[in-house]
């Protein structure tokens, strides 16, 4: 089993650009999380997943958009990136929204020049 | 605002002492967990303490909660030099259905 996976695992973008950075997992978990972590800093919340077919934003979802395409693959897509969304992109999966551990992913690292 | 706080941020002892890191938070909780990174990788869970919970133990972990307080300890003992990471705690607040972490505290174990 690959657990959770995450694609590309580095991406530089310019201003402006646009990407979607993937999710997937194979663990038949209904809940799925977008993280990002900034350097020295802890994880904050960009937008969740409860269930298949339910999204929420988190704690800081501007310039961003998400899709829970089934209940494997939920993707973060950045329509115009900025240097502020420099960072490492973190996909976390549970089994339910509620007193559940998260599995985490490997990491996407972009940098927007 | 970040709820947890890990204290210290930094944290440098040798192989075979024990490491004691402590989380305060701001709001009631349903639990807190903790949660290890190595360096360039994504976090792993240790350890999810409940908050009718006081203590709880995992090999050479050891976790307590003191709800009164608004705080959390992670104990290390007998550290290893693989133990170095940065640790996290996290903490899900009553009122909601996601976690919410800390900026960790960064363990360094010399040999």
């Known amino acids: 089993n690959a657990g959770v996976t995450q694609t590309p695992k580095f991406q530089v973008l310019k201003t402006g650009q646009s990407m979607t950075l993937q999710c997937a997992q194979d663990?038949?978990?209904?809940?799925m999380y977008w993280y990002r972590q900034d350097p020295g800093m802890g994880l904050r919340l960009i937008y969740y997943?409860?269930?298949?077919?339910?999204?929420d934003k988190g704690e800081v979802p501007n310039g961003y958009n998400v899709s829970r395409l089934n209940k494997r693959e939920f993707s973060l897509r950045l329509e115009s990136a900025a240097p502020s969304q420099t960072s490492v992109y973190f996909c976390?999966?549970?089994?339910?929204?509620?007193?559940?551990?998260?599995?985490f992913g490997p990491g996407t690292r972009l940098t927007v020049t | 605002s970040q709820q947890g706080e890990e204290d210290p941020q930094a944290l440098s002892i040798q192989e075979g002492e024990n490491a004691t890191m402590n989380c305060s938070y701001k709001?009631?909780?349903?639990?807190l967990q903790w949660y290890r990174q190595n360096s360039g990788r994504g976090l792993v869970h240790l350890i999810l303490?409940?908050?009718?919970?006081r203590e709880k133990h995992s090999g050479r972990l050891r976790v307590t909660l003191d709800t009164s307080k608004k705080s959390s300890s992670l104990l290390i003992t007998a550290s290893r030099a693989a133990d170095t990471a940065s640790y996290f705690c996290?903490?899900?607040?009553?009122?909601?259905?996601?976690?919410?972490f800390g900026e960790g505290t960064q363990l360094t174990v010399n040999p």
């Open positions: 996290a903490t899900e607040e009553t009122s909601g259905s996601r976690l919410t």
């Open positions: 709001t009631s909780i349903n639990n």
């Open positions: 997943s409860a269930s298949e077919g339910t999204t």
């Open positions: 976390a999966t549970a089994w339910g929204p509620i007193t559940y551990e998260q599995y």
């Open positions: 303490i409940r908050s009718n919970e």
């Open positions: 663990m038949n978990h209904n809940s």
